[in-house]
């Protein structure tokens, strides 16, 4: 561990002045385009990795990029007391690699390989947190000149997928592990609009090396619109579609054909932001019709004329969940492929079956560079008939024999340094005081975590 400790502080000394001339880099690392260093005659060492020509016009080129991150992670009362006390805590690492090869304007491809690992885990090491080594992207472009309509682009092969607000379709960051889908996808763009299209089979993380692949087992397919400087903000209009060869909900299982159609309002005006959502969902499970939902806000001011210039949020959902046992209809959402830590770094809760109140304040404490959130989250679940699960999906507690709707109240403090565009250095901890339901379902112990996280990217 110690040579990539050294490499990570050399880089940030020797990365400092050029990252403050490069734009952040984005979520989806696919969308960065060094391109425009072409122009730049006196590149330093680190520019020539992410620009270096391969034609006499530069017009040709490859980039290279990557991430590398260390997290450790130390549970007291793990899943309500259910997982094996842990004293020591256990490590996550994570290397991500890539290129990105262009041959003009019109054509490229792109190749990232993943590495995560988990060491001292004190339970089996899920797929999410270790998988050794294996492609998790490879896919080529096509960009035919842009038209009068905007720039169409066809992308074949293995890619991240992410929409919105990121509630149903994620990279999932947090967790150890990112997720990717084998999928054609056809974008058309414009200044004020994009529309997506794309069909995908989902590719299942395995714990051997170069072993990822689809199998066919879920595939998601949809359209995706997004209107842009709307009087208003923005406007997305979707549908996705879900085939599962097997699930298994609380009151439901075998086959899945889940159809989500859903709207999101965002934009600002001022010191506020909004973010409202809706989505409705259709279709069967193992014979039983799917009717559920979900509606969701997330409104925040920002108060820069105070000191620290704090920004409180307030976010709610409300996430319908099985009404009646034993019928021929089921109500629990599907998050789908939801960003992992939906509710935070520890991911106690998945968004299925509940009620929750979220309220935060972040706090600049050096501005740019040093923030602190303070956040309070309280669960119910919306119907006492089902159970609670977890961020993929999967049942944690059924909700057969229990009366309690309260799940629990979880207060968090997060501390996060971002001394330039390559480093992110965080701490959280984060306590989970159980509630009414977990105390008849499970142990009900309550849950403190701690998590100290140092990622590099360049």
């Not at 298994?248 to 909004?274: I, K, P, T």
Request: glycine share 10%; charged share 25%; net charge positive.
């Amino acid at each position: 561990m110690k040579n990539p400790l050294r490499l990570i502080l050399f880089a940030l000394v020797s990365l400092e002045s050029p990252a403050q001339e490069l734009p952040a880099f984005k979520a989806l690392r696919y969308e960065e385009d060094y391109g425009f260093l072409r122009a730049d005659s006196s590149r330093t060492w680190y520019e020539k990795l992410k620009y270096t020509p391969l034609s006499p016009r530069g017009a040709s080129y490859v980039s290279l990029g990557g991430e590398v991150r260390y997290q450790y992670f130390h549970f007291r009362n793990e899943d309500w007391g259910e997982q094996p006390q842990d004293r020591d805590g256990y490590v996550l690492t994570r290397y991500l690699a890539h290129a990105d090869l262009r041959t003009g304007r019109h054509l490229r491809a792109f190749v990232q390989l993943q590495s995560s690992m988990a060491n001292g885990r004190a339970s089996v090491p899920s797929p999410v947190e270790e998988n050794p080594l294996d492609l998790h992207q490879a896919f080529v472009e096509v960009s035919p000149a842009a038209g009068r309509r905007g720039q169409f682009t066809l992308r074949l092969g293995r890619q991240e997928l992410r929409y919105g607000s990121q509630r149903l379709v994620s990279v999932r960051e947090l967790p150890n592990n990112r997720q990717s889908f084998d999928a054609a996808k056809a974008v058309l763009a414009g200044k004020r609009y994009s529309l997506d299209a794309f069909y995908s089979h989902y590719v299942r993380a395995r714990k051997g090396i170069f072993d990822d692949r689809p199998g066919g087992a879920t595939r998601l397919w949809g359209l995706y619109g997004v209107g842009k400087a709307l009087p208003w903000g923005g406007m997305d209009l979707y549908y996705l579609g879900l085939w599962k060869k097997e699930v298994a909900f609380d009151d439901g299982a075998g086959a899945e054909l889940r159809h989500s159609a859903g709207s999101r309002v965002w934009g600002g005006r001022g010191g506020w932001q909004y973010d409202l959502e809706g989505v409705y969902q259709f279709g069967t499970v193992g014979g039983k019709s799917i009717r559920a939902w979900t509606v969701s806000s997330n409104v925040r001011c920002k108060l820069p004329a105070l000191r620290f210039e704090p920004e409180i949020g307030l976010k709610a959902e409300l996430i319908s969940g099985d009404r009646v046992r034993e019928d021929d209809r089921l109500q629990t959402f599907n998050p789908l492929f939801p960003r992992g830590a939906y509710f935070g770094l520890a991911a106690f809760i998945g968004p299925a079956n509940l009620w929750d109140v979220h309220p935060s304040v972040e706090l600049a404490l050096v501005p740019d560079k040093l923030t602190c959130t303070l956040d309070y989250d309280a669960f119910w679940r919306y119907s006492r008939n089902d159970g609670i699960y977890n961020p993929s999906a999967a049942l944690v507690y059924s909700g057969e024999g229990t009366t309690g709707r309260f799940i629990g109240h979880q207060p968090a403090l997060d501390l996060t340094c971002t001394p330039n565009r390559h480093f992110l250095l965080r701490a959280e901890s984060t306590w989970f005081s159980a509630g009414e339901f977990l105390r008849q379902a499970g142990p009900g112990k309550n849950i403190w975590f701690g998590g100290l996280t140092v990622q590099f990217k360049y």
